[in-house]
């Protein structure tokens, strides 16, 4: 039990010992603070400019003068897998969030009036969940031609009966919880009801699953622009820097790939790792 | 004096599936009518099913009644429109079996406790803190307990804050839900003490929903005891746990845990289990547990008849032989 | 029916006494500190007696059933003492034959009989099994075992019930079931968990009479926990009080009535509810301590009336008072 003088810090004091119950969580939260902070401070970290070409120094391995090696144009592989931070979380958590809206929306619409509006929302929802995921987002991607907000759009769009059916399903649990009722007892609306009851009740399920899509969403963003229907060269995203590298692992310059590559496995897997221990650091219940 | 609540005829029917197209009804209530005076406390007293929880709620409309009328201070309030019920929402209250359950996780209770203040316009804005306090302090709960979240607050707090939530309005009928069957016995009674000094205080009418005849007694001036849906006797409390008319009561009573190892002896209470409740028959629904049936029983439609002044019975050998003096169970 | 003690029964295996534990510690061992839930527990049970154990929620009564039978799971643990069933310390066995021994020689039964029962196999398929391992039964005899097992717990109509799966079966059958299962093994003692909370009152009563019907025809030694004082006067022959992880009395059931000596014990009694009392009930004022925050001294001094300095700092120990009659507390003397 929180006592009274200890409630300044009382999250700080929880947060710590919650991080020495779960290592393995707090692990995650490492990797992905870890590589935002390096990615926010990418202009003063970097030690080349990300998009600067210099033809005398063509793929070079890796070396203290280019930690990660250097391209097919010269340019400094270490540099832009840090600006790809910037770029590539910004992708991930914007497909994110506008998938989160959209489909708890819709999810929310449905679970909580039910009936004729829960059976149409639902059925949208089963054709767009009926295409192969990545397929889908190629087509979108294609239609719209390739650009950031576009690729944001098209994986976004893709994931919205994931948060529709979640939150979907939340909603049908808790509407019938005793403090729904209860709310209604002492006169709270629908509206109220929803907005000021409900809704904390259901985003812990939705954070979790966000976190994971979050990993998922980089590596959609990253394979689309790989085959040339996400972003363009010169940016610096993981995917495009893999699609150039590519080519030249046959011959020996694997650091061209592997850099962006293990990036984008570090990052999946710290979103993994979080999402699977968000559930219960989420949980009021464990504070 | 006209009564504050007046219920008669209530109704609630589930339909339940049973065939692809088929629905049969599972009957939660069956003509259900009750009176309750300003300040008096009436107990609904039966076992799981009986549906004690069900006429509770639909009085309350949290559950929409199948038919019957609900009139509360006159006002029939069965037919009315969720806005026009919310608005009366203020002089009806409710308090819940489960207390942690009907708190919102996510919300202090100070701020659930405020909620009904804020939605009713019951005090200005800056007076609420002020009231939340006056609130909590008449439940026995301190100031220290408002910033907490139900889930760090013992059942018994909890309930206390169920009960100040339900009071911040100054309802004048509070519906009491088992407030105290989930709570641990030195608790229980502290929070049965706490409803009657409110109930004085505040001139509540209470309907004690409960299986704990022990708890009834103490409690209520009369008492309308429930069995598969229907009221099977009702009539003064010391007078019903006194001399029961009807057997489904008497067995309540024997079941009723005994207070001391010297009351041990062999009784014979209700044997197997309750019928089915849907659609169950219109003659008397005890007959196959109960030791006194005759054929009679399960021939003509058991209906409450008054037998004697306030005292009403659904037992037909009852009503037929009592007056002649010539069988009780 | 009488309340004194049943001890001229047969004793199983020439031995009055089925089972005893002896100052026996349980800690639940947390990320950031041991707590200690049950902090030195003495009981005893004859054979054909029926104990009773008392208390409310978080006394611990649930852990020592579960500690006895060994199934305490993680975080907790039995830190020390002695578990003596039939003479033997079960706390010495190991997995193995603690197995064994909890299939066939101690029961259990629980408050939700129906999620105490394995969903996806019917009654008839669980019994079968059980008289299988134990009894060596199979095929038609194994059958009508079975069902003479449900027909004494008095279930009618035995073979639907023995096709029937936990979901279709009400709360009291539930239970019956759920007897019957921990009988076919015929074991020599019954750990029954608030074995009726869950039951309406009169399934309840059918219940307490079945399991009285057990000790007079099966001389079945049972421990029976419940937080309901109506239920221990209804069952039992002695009755420990448990409060904070500690026994603060026990005695025959009769003299816990009569003259309660511990503050706790009186307070409990005075607090019930009774038939035909309108006044206001005297309460124990505060609430039950949550296992971490266990007070020092004796664990009710903080919410008892008569409590001195001493109370505070020592614990107080369980000692005779009468015959059989045993109290925790510094000032039973004063206050008898």
Not at chain 2, 126 to 148: C, T, Y
């Amino acid at each position: 039990m929180i006592g009274p003088q200890e409630q300044i810090v009382p999250g700080l004091t929880a947060l710590a010992r919650w991080c020495r119950r779960n290592p393995v969580t707090a692990f995650g939260f490492f990797i992905i603070l870890g590589l935002g902070v390096l990615g926010l401070l990418a202009p003063l970290i970097a030690p080349y400019d990300p998009y600067a070409l210099n033809p005398r120094e063509k793929m070079q391995p890796p070396s203290w003068d280019h930690l990660f090696g250097t391209g097919i144009f010269g340019e400094d592989i270490f540099s832009r897998v840090l600006y790809g931070i910037r770029i590539d979380f910004g992708i991930g958590l914007g497909a994110v969030a506008f998938g989160l809206i959209a489909g708890s929306s819709v999810g929310v619409i449905a679970g909580y009036y039910g009936g004729r509006i829960d059976e149409v929302l639902m059925r949208l929802m089963d054709i767009v969940a009926a295409f192969p995921g990545f397929i889908l987002a190629m087509a979108i991607a294609g239609v719209l031609g390739p650009s950031i907000p576009n690729l944001i759009i098209a994986i976004a769009f893709v994931n919205v009966p994931v948060y529709a059916r979640l939150s979907r399903s939340r909603f049908l649990v808790i509407r019938e919880s005793l403090y729904a009722l209860a709310a209604r007892g002492v006169g709270a609306s629908d509206f109220r009801i929803l907005t000021w009851h409900l809704l904390p009740n259901s985003l812990a399920p939705i954070f979790v699953q966000s976190t994971l899509q979050c990993g998922w969403a980089i590596l959609d963003a990253a394979g689309l622009s790989f085959i040339g229907l996400g972003v363009h060269l010169p940016t610096p995203e993981w995917g495009v820097m893999i699609g150039l590298g590519a080519p030249r692992i046959i011959a020996g310059q694997w650091w061209i790939s592997f850099f962006p590559g293990l990036a984008i496995a570090i990052t999946v897997m710290g979103f993994n790792l979080i999402g699977d221990g968000l559930q219960d650091l989420l949980d009021p219940r464990r504070w | 004096m006209s009564p504050l609540l007046e219920v008669s005829g209530l109704y609630k029917h589930y339909p339940i599936r049973s065939g692809l197209l088929r629905y049969r009804n599972l009957v939660a209530a069956d003509n259900v009518s009750l009176t309750l005076q300003a300040g008096e406390t009436l107990a609904l007293v039966g076992e799981s099913g009986s549906g004690k929880s069900t006429v509770g709620r639909c009085i309350l409309r949290l559950e929409e009644p199948t038919a019957g009328s609900v009139l509360l201070d006159g006002k029939d309030i069965s037919e009315l429109s969720e806005p026009e019920v919310r608005a009366l929402r203020p002089q009806m209250q409710m308090v819940y079996q489960e207390p942690l359950e009907s708190l919102n996780p996510r919300h202090k209770v100070g701020n659930l406790v405020a909620e009904p203040l804020l939605l009713h316009r019951i005090v200005g804005k800056a007076e609420i803190p002020a009231r939340v306090s006056e609130l909590f302090h008449m439940v026995g709960l301190g100031k220290e307990h408002i910033d907490r979240y139900a889930h760090t607050l013992s059942g018994g707090q909890q309930q206390r804050v169920g009960i100040a939530r339900a009071l911040a309005t100054r309802p004048k009928l509070l519906i009491l839900d088992e407030p105290t069957s989930a709570l641990d016995v030195s608790v229980e009674a502290q929070i049965l003490n706490l409803l009657q000094d409110l109930q004085q205080q505040m001139q509540l009418a209470y309907l004690f929903i409960s299986h704990d005849l022990a708890v009834v007694s103490m409690l209520a001036d009369r008492v309308a005891v429930m069995y598969l849906g229907q009221i099977v006797e009702s009539g003064p409390t010391a007078s019903v746990l006194a001399s029961h008319y009807h057997p489904y009561t008497q067995a309540l009573v024997l079941a009723t845990p005994i207070n001391h190892p010297r009351q041990r002896k062999q009784r014979i209470v209700l044997e197997g289990e309750p019928i089915s409740p849907i659609e169950p028959p219109q003659t008397c629904r005890l007959v196959p547990r109960c030791p006194y049936a005759q054929s009679i029983c399960s021939e003509q439609p058991a209906n409450l008849v008054e037998v004697t002044p306030h005292r009403a019975t659904r037992c037909i050998r009852f009503a037929n032989e009592h007056q002649a003096g010539r069988w009780t169970p | 029916m009488h309340c004194s003690l049943d001890l001229d029964s047969v004793h199983r295996k020439g031995s009055a006494e089925v089972l005893r534990v002896e100052d026996l510690r349980v800690e639940f061992c947390l990320p950031d500190e041991d707590i200690l839930v049950l902090a030195g527990i003495d009981l005893a049970a004859m054979a054909g007696q029926i104990v009773g154990i008392v208390g409310e929620s978080g006394s611990g009564k649930t852990v020592t059933a579960l500690s006895i039978a060994r199934l305490l799971a993680p975080p907790g643990r039995i830190a020390s003492g002695r578990v003596l069933f039939l003479g033997q310390d079960l706390l010495g066995l190991d997995a193995a034959q603690m197995r064994s021994i909890r299939g066939s020689q101690i029961s259990m039964i629980f408050q939700n009989p129906r999620a105490s029962l394995n969903p996806v196999f019917s009654v008839g398929k669980m019994l079968k099994e059980v008289l299988k391992v134990h009894s060596g039964l199979q095929g038609r005899a194994a059958t009508i075992r079975a069902k003479e097992l449900l027909a004494d717990v008095g279930l009618p109509d035995p073979d639907s019930v023995l096709k029937r799966y936990a979901h279709q079966l009400s709360g009291g059958m539930a239970q019956r079931a759920m007897i019957a299962l921990a009988l076919s093994s015929s074991p020599a003692l019954l750990l029954a968990d608030e074995p009726t909370t869950a039951l309406d009152v009169t399934i309840q009563h059918q219940i307490i009479q079945l399991l009285l019907r057990l000790r007079q025809e099966h001389n079945l030694t049972q421990i029976v926990i419940t937080h309901n004082f109506g239920v221990i006067a209804e069952l039992c022959d002695r009755v420990a009080v448990m409060y904070a992880g500690s026994i603060l009395e026990e005695a025959p059931v009769a003299k816990i009535f009569d003259s309660p000596g511990h503050p706790y014990t009186r307070g409990l009694l005075a607090a019930r509810a009774r038939v035909g009392r309108h006044t206001e009930i005297e309460n124990i004022p505060g609430q039950v301590p949550e296992l971490k925050n266990r007070p020092d001294g004796c664990p009710f001094h903080p919410r008892c009336a008569h409590a001195r300095d001493i109370c505070r700092v020592k614990v107080p120990r369980l000692e005779q008072t009468a015959p059989g009659h045993h109290i925790a507390c510094h000032r039973w003397q004063e206050l008898a």
